[in-house]
């Protein structure tokens, strides 16, 4: 059985602390020069390869600790004379209080020390100097220097138990070495390392230097991120305010416009006495002035109430020709009064859709009016109903449907020979509030929200808008699409 060495010593595992710690110190190596340790330049394996490699080519066993008393690699074989001395009671405490002493030795100020052991053996000490600062030290030995000829008087009464014969046996097998050899082989060892370290902190510093600008990127990142978030709620904040106001201001205007409509209404209907040709002309002007600022109202309640998700659809079953008709009679007079051809076009069959007739109207109603109002007399204006087959059979196919085609969609089209829309306007049509004329000059009314609430109201109908330019070569066609299913 082979006695533990007193130079063994459990290994540290490194624990998160450790490791901080030791990025910690590396990052002074980056910045301070200070707190530069061996271990974080070198790792332990190319110390060992170097122990080893000088323990085979030298046979003295080679030990390399860090500053603060580690061992970092060794090469070493038991002596036989330590481990016959380690069996003996007062031989084992004498090995232990060498070894202590050369394992806490100094190499002093030099770099270079010796340390006797009783046996005769010598140990040498020798610093690990790097930019000036001690990082460490190299303990070379035991070995027997040259002049040691026979067993010392020393080892001989270190322990009353020592057999002379013995001991004489085997001190000898203690590889031996002359006093200037051991120098050169401490030097060259020196030199070794000082070529390791330099290259270990050159990688180091690169690896700390990348470390830190990944660091810093990531604090930017962090902090853009942080700022942006900040702008985000600041904006959904705004925008919820925005929503309220419009509501309440919208509500409160609704109610004595109410009062103002219904008393002009009294007024022309000679309620309160009959009025003569002029009165009765500015009290029309007064209700068809206060039922624009009923759309208006309408529309600016039915936007917020769109944003904040809280309109609600009165589901059934909608013939959308009926709703095209019924949008087309309404508009009729004034389309007569701008002289604008405004016709209905439906297949002779157009299957029901799911959805609230009242909103589709106002859908239609909303196209209509702006392919109208954007469109000079003697223009034309057009709804237009289709259908979208397939001749797929179904996936419950029987057999004798094969070829029967099925309508799969509904599309209207609002064709109008206006004045158009240029494409790099069109994606912007449907926001809140948008219109490709949007001076305070402009000839024709509107707020900008109709296409922003047809457009809402179309897709909570599972549908979808789009415009393109007239295929007349003059004007616009807006495609409502609504899937069947
Ligand atoms: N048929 C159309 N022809 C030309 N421009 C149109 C047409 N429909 C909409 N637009 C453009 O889109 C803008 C937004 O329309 P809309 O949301 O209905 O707002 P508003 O009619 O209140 O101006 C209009 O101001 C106009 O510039
Ligand atoms: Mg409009």
Do not use: W
């Amino acid at each position: 059985m082979s006695t533990p060495s007193p130079f063994d010593e459990p290994e540290t595992i490194p624990n998160a602390r450790s490791i901080a710690k030791r990025e910690e110190s590396a990052l002074d190596a980056l910045t301070l020069g200070h707190g530069l340790r061996l271990e974080d330049l070198v790792d332990r394996e190319a110390l060992s390869e170097v122990c080893k490699s000088f323990f085979m080519l030298f046979g003295i066993p080679v030990r390399i600790y860090a500053q603060d008393g580690q061992m970092l690699a060794d090469a070493v074989q038991d002596q036989a004379i330590c481990s016959y001395l380690q069996g003996l009671r007062d031989g084992r405490a004498a090995c232990g209080a060498t070894v202590a002493a050369v394992k806490g030795g100094d190499p002093g100020p030099t770099g270079d020390a010796t340390h006797p052991c009783f046996t005769g053996a010598m140990y040498r000490i020798v610093g690990l100097d790097y930019d000036g600062r001690r990082l460490g030290r190299v303990i070379l030995g035991p070995y027997l220097p040259l002049e040691v000829k026979e067993v010392p008087r020393s080892l001989l009464k270190i322990d009353s138990g020592v057999d002379p014969d013995k001991a004489k046996e085997l001190l000898p097998k203690m590889p031996r070495a002359r006093a200037d050899t051991v120098t050169r082989i401490a030097k060259h060892l020196q030199a070794v390392l000082d070529l390791i370290l330099f290259s270990g902190h050159r990688a180091l510093l690169t690896s700390q230097m990348h470390l830190a600008s990944v660091r810093e990127s990531y604090r930017e990142l962090q902090e853009r991120n942080l700022k942006l978030t900040e702008s985000y709620e600041k904006l959904k904040e705004l925008d919820r305010l925005k929503s309220n106001f419009l509501a309440t201001v919208s509500h409160e205007l609704r109610t004595p416009l109410t009062s103002i409509l219904g008393y002009s209404e009294m007024l022309s209907e000679g309620i309160a006495g009959s009025l003569n040709p002029e009165q009765l002309e500015f009290v029309g002007t007064i209700r068809e002035k206060g039922e624009q600022l009923l759309a208006l109202i309408k529309s600016l309640l039915d936007q917020s109430k769109l944003e904040s998700g809280t309109l609600s659809l009165a589901m059934g079953d909608v013939a959308l020709a009926d709703v095209l008709r019924d949008v087309a009679s309404t508009l009729l007079p004034a389309a007569k009064r701008k002289g604008v051809e405004l016709s209905v076009k439906l297949p002779p069959y157009l299957p029901n859709i799911r959805g609230d007739a009242e909103r589709l109207r106002q859908v239609f109603l909303n196209l209509a009016e702006n392919a109208l109002k954007f469109t000079e007399t003697s223009g034309s204006v057009k709804l237009i109903a289709t259908t979208e087959t397939s001749t797929e059979p179904p996936e419950d196919d029987v057999g004798f449907v094969l070829f029967a085609s099925r309508p799969t969609a509904i599309l209207v089209r609002v064709e109008d020979t206006g004045i158009g829309i240029p494409p790099s306007e069109r994606g912007k049509i449907f926001d809140a509030f948008y219109q490709v004329d949007g001076s305070s000059t402009r000839e024709h009314g509107g707020t900008g929200l109709g296409l922003s609430i047809v457009k809402r109201i179309v897709e909570m109908h599972g549908g979808s808008v789009t415009v393109d330019a007239n295929a007349a070569g003059r004007g616009t066609v807006f495609t409502v699409r609504f899937p069947l299913n």
